[in-house]
């Protein structure tokens, strides 16, 4: 009965590929995130939807394309993927401000 | 916009010994705070959060938090550590910009015990 689940937990890829990574919660939440998190541990936030609408969308690469089919899932594709997108990408999801709860991450190597 | 600050990336405490780890905020009305802890390869797990009310706000784990405004921090304590408090601590903020909502975060200070 995991709240904010993410899929794959490792995601291990070569260069170019095209990867995907699914979240999917349980809270009844309206609003989902994904973060990412560097080799330095610094969170920063890059895509938000609200009810499937997208309503935050920070400097992010156009390789990066978020997509939810419902309130409950959202899932962060990446094309072409290059070293620099390693990283440890953490799914999360509230209810407006009063509290956010994240997954337990999926940490993407790029070789 | 707003921002955080974690003026500590590293501190190192004894077992038994306070804590306390800084946080300053950048946000121009009040803003709703929080303290997450992440343990090596975990993901993050909220340990308190302000939003109005009583300024000392008590935690999980034994922490608490106190809010003040004249100093725009929102300093993490807790009286006496444990071995099992060894991780990473992330102070964030989100304005309360309705419809628009982010969680901005700190850099983190990454907390170390020693026996």
């Known amino acids: 009965d995991t709240a904010v689940s993410q899929t794959p937990k490792y995601l291990v890829t070569q260069m170019g590929n095209d990867k995907s990574i699914k979240c999917e919660q349980n809270l009844g939440h309206d609003t989902m995130y994904w973060y990412k998190q560097d080799s330095k541990k610094f969170l920063k936030i890059m895509f938000s939807y609200n009810n499937k609408e997208l309503i935050i969308n920070e400097t992010v690469p156009n390789r990066f394309s978020p997509k939810s089919p419902d309130k409950a899932h959202l899932n962060l594709h990446i094309n072409s993927l290059e070293l620099g997108d390693s990283a440890v990408y953490f799914c999360a999801s509230s209810l407006t401000e009063y509290g956010y709860t994240f997954g337990s991450g999926t940490r993407l190597t790029v070789v | ?115």
């Open chain 2, 1 to 115: 916009a707003q921002s955080v600050t974690q003026p500590d990336i590293h501190i190192t405490v004894s077992e038994g010994a306070s804590l306390e780890l800084r946080c300053n905020y950048s946000y121009g009305a009040t803003p709703y705070l929080f303290w997450y802890v992440q343990s090596p390869g975990q993901g993050l797990q909220l340990l308190l959060k302000y939003f109005s009310g009583d300024t000392l706000v008590q935690g999980i784990k034994g922490f608490e938090a106190e809010f003040k405004r004249s100093q725009s921090s929102f300093n993490l304590r807790k009286p006496s550590v444990h071995w099992s408090d060894a991780a990473e601590y992330f102070c964030a903020v989100v304005a309360s910009n309705f419809g628009n909502e982010k969680l901005t975060f700190g850099t983190g200070t990454r907390l170390t015990i020693i026996p």
